[in-house]
């Protein structure tokens, strides 16, 4: 019988997609801004996941809306999901999503409404799936005088005050982060964000992506922090999320230490998913509290199903997380312009073989330290800041630079509004 670590290790293993040498492509390797061969960037091996969070809330106050009532995000969730007829219903005590071919859509814990689009390797095609999906649902919410809003951080209610949606596993972890840090509740329902997934070829792939993510991070957060205020109040730092995820539980959101060790892979992350415990797990089709018991405890006797990954996987909240993809988890929820650029910014990084070496070549004397003291730094300071000794400014133009090089010359401008 295969142990529970075995049975992730193999998950992780299924989830490796053919690269470029295996379709007969070459890898990236861009050498300079320039025309570039269009081999280098096949639809086949540029694959992007985009998930992004939205607040509903009264246009004229910035007060949430809740889930429930005649005008509240469960009736909307239905008038919306009317423009769409074959999509799928997701249910479970209410509706709470539907999905279609091009995009899901998912209510987080305090009704933050989160479109995940099917995969797609040009940011064009990104960009008008987006579009369609905001314009039908702001021309709804616009009807009661509500606004959709691209922020990281709650700006107004108070949220203790935000109505959780009807959904078990919420009121599960709930419960739980009362007891686990002080951010849990501010994470669940003031929080929202950008998430952006991308594909790894094998594990010597997904160790240079993750490390390099860890790596670009302190970037990618100043360049997508969103968030003046949050509960009413004006922020006089930044990076309000980070604050807020350092707060939540270290056992399921912190930075692994051996993060950068040369020899990081599968094996290591299943040892971090191992020590969390789950919160819940489901028998019988439902939620069972789990407690204190960690991941490794819980199946210490038996080999986890398919779902039972799936589901231990959904409850790790690491800022590089694995599944049988990458998810870079790092950027606010931010305006479609953003949005766009920050797609490109992540394919013309991870998707370039001179990038990642580059990346590889930077992280030889990096520490988790080096990490979380220029986040403090730009925490405090924002573009005043530093990172890992440079200019924030200098740091963020340098990797701009890098992405511009390796992208297709259609889609360089999408990062312009990242230069500005």
């Not at 299924?14 to 470029?20: A, E, F, L």
């Not at 925490?379 to 133009?397: L, V």
């Amino acid at each position: 019988m295969k142990t529970w670590k075995d049975a992730f290790i193999d998950y992780f293993r299924s989830g490796i997609k053919p690269g470029p040498q295996s379709q007969g492509l070459q890898s990236p390797r861009p050498q300079s801004p320039g025309p570039q061969s269009p081999e280098l960037f096949s639809p086949i091996v540029t694959p992007l996941g985009l998930e992004v969070e939205h607040f509903i809330v009264r246009a004229d106050s910035k007060e949430a809306v809740p889930y429930s009532g005649e005008n509240g995000v469960g009736r909307i969730l239905e008038e919306f999901l009317a423009l769409y007829p074959g999509a799928q219903r997701i249910e479970d005590e209410a509706l709470l999503g539907f999905i279609t071919d091009d995009f899901n859509i998912t209510l987080e814990p305090a009704s933050q409404i989160e479109i995940s689009l099917a995969e797609r390797c040009q940011v064009p095609a990104i960009e008008s799936i987006y579009k369609d999906f905001s314009e039908k649902l702001k021309a709804i919410l616009t009807k009661r005088q509500y606004e959709l809003l691209t922020v990281g951080c709650q700006p107004v209610s108070p949220v203790d005050s935000l109505q959780l949606i009807p959904k078990e596993r919420y009121r599960l972890m709930d419960e739980y982060f009362l007891s686990s840090g002080t951010g849990g509740r501010q994470m669940m329902r003031g929080s929202a964000s950008t998430q952006v997934s991308i594909d790894y070829y094998s594990e010597e792939d997904f160790r240079r992506k993750i490390q390099a993510a860890h790596y670009f991070s302190p970037a990618l957060k100043l360049l997508c922090d969103n968030a003046a205020q949050f509960e009413g109040k004006e922020l006089k730092t930044h990076l309000k999320r980070t604050d807020i995820w350092r707060r939540v539980d270290p056992v399921r959101c912190a930075i692994p230490d051996n993060i950068f060790d040369p020899s990081y892979g599968f094996s290591d992350y299943a040892d971090f998913i191992g020590e969390m415990p789950p919160i819940f797990i489901m028998e019988d089709g439902k939620p069972h509290p789990t407690g204190r018991k960690t991941v490794s405890e819980l199946f210490q006797y038996r080999e986890p199903t398919k779902a039972e990954i799936e589901h231990l996987l959904s409850m790790a909240f690491p800022e590089v997380r694995l599944k049988q993809f990458l998810e870079i988890r790092v950027a606010d929820s931010i305006p479609l312009p953003k949005i766009l650029a920050y797609c490109a910014l992540i394919k013309g990084l991870f998707y370039s073989e001179s990038n990642l070496s580059y990346a590889e070549e930077q992280i030889v004397n990096l520490t988790l330290d080096d990490i979380l003291s220029s986040e403090d730094d730009l925490m405090e300071k924002g573009w005043r800041g530093s990172i890992y000794g440079e200019s924030a400014a200098s740091f963020a133009s340098k990797l701009l630079d890098l992405a511009a090089s390796a992208l297709p010359n259609e889609e360089t401008h999408y990062l312009d509004v990242f230069r500005e």
